[in-house]
């Protein structure tokens, strides 16, 4: 838009001037007549002035501050993206480590009432004198463990609840767990495809730092255009009053208000400074070193990413493997558990023995709970990586 400025003023002084050039720093200037006498009586002056000054062509400076704000918007757009991505990726997480608390805590109830059924056990043989007493203080100390245990995980639950309540704004009580969740993956034994390169090249986390890249390019065009001559047109209407008269009398102060003569100029005219080319290097030098850097961290992210996603991959076929394998631990430990419990109740071993089998179980239920939720968030840090979480959300609906 063309720059308009209105002007109007009164001013009180001396007109007393002698011939010579000056530079008046202003938009019109001055203009009094040169006496043979000096002459420091006070007159009074007033003016008005309208000015314009519009730019007809920049050689594209304009339009590379426009390109710059835009990318800039560009920026803030990548960031907000990358910070809802990165929400997502905690959501998640929590919401994982919710389920595997809630199944972990049904593990405990489980672990307490087998602890409640050998208390029992242990009472009918102490009653009847096949066992000491002392095997039943042993029992009731194991359940007051599984206790604090379970009050343990329960805190653990609401905290993870509250995390997520938070994310999502959602109250609390009215979260709700998918109980069978971890166990559909586990049991689909997804696999994600490979990544397409249109879903890496629009990744979240990429596109803000390609983004901080192309904004530092713009900037970079900008320092270029922005030191070229300027095309404007130019125009300025003015009229003035004053006390002293077109006869260089002196006449009272109050001759002073009121416009008595007008003028007006127009043209148009280029503007160009021939030392700008120095600070032009050097504003351009610092500029293309920011652009350098950013086009690195655009690699190192790249990089990094592709790097995450390798090591996933590899976490993924352990997570597989693991989960192949702990079934057998978990049939094993049952077995003896049962078998050791026989025995117990027949007087043919001991409760330490029997607590052994016992925590053998437990870890290996416990086990089994935690390779389902390596296996799930190793799937899922995949799906974050490779830009495909909607895919893989897809596929437990």
Partial sequence: MPEFKLNAQADLGTNNNLPGGYFSYGIVPGNSRVRNEGNSSTILTDLAIASVNWTL?????????????????????????????????????????????????????????????????????????IKAGVDTSIAEAEISKLRLNYVELKGQREQYKLMLSAIADIPIEQLQADTNFINKLVAQEQTL?????????????????HSLYQNSLDKERLVKKSYLPTVSLQGAVWGRGSSVSSRDQFRSLSKGIGLERGNYLV???????????????????????????????????QMLLHLSESKVDAQLVTAEE????????????????????????????????????????????????????????????????????????????
């Avoid at 500029?287 to 992210?301: H, M, S, V």
């Fill in 57 to 129: 062509y920049d050689f594209g400076e304009d339009n590379a501050r426009r390109q710059v704000a835009a990318s800039e918007v560009q920026v803030e757009q990548s960031k907000f993206n990358q910070s809802k991505y990165q929400l997502q990726a905690m959501a998640i997480d929590n919401y994982l480590q919710w389920q595997r608390t809630e199944e972990l805590l049904n593990i405990q109830l489980l672990h307490i009432q087998r602890n409640k059924e050998i208390q029992h056990s242990v009472m009918v043989l102490a009653k009847s004198g």
């Fill in 193 to 209: 495809p490979a990544p397409a390169d249109s879903v890496m090249t629009d990744h979240p986390l990429l596109n803000y730092y």
């Fill in 267 to 301: 043209g148009v005219g280029i503007t160009y400074d021939l030392f700008d080319l120095k600070r032009k290097q050097v504003q351009l030098k610092t500029q293309e070193a920011a652009t350098d850097y950013a086009q690195k961290q655009l690699q190192r992210q």
């Fill in 322 to 397: 693991r989960l192949q394998e702990i079934p057998h631990q978990l049939a094993a430990a049952q077995a003896t558990y049962r078998q050791q419990l026989s025995l117990y109740r027949n007087g043919l071993t001991s409760i330490l023995e029997l607590n052994t089998a016992l925590a053998v179980l437990y870890r290996a239920e416990t086990d089994y709970i935690k390779a389902k939720y390596m296996y799930c968030q190793s799937l899922f840090e995949k799906a974050i990586t490779s830009n495909q979480v909607p895919t893989l959300l897809q596929f437990t609906n």
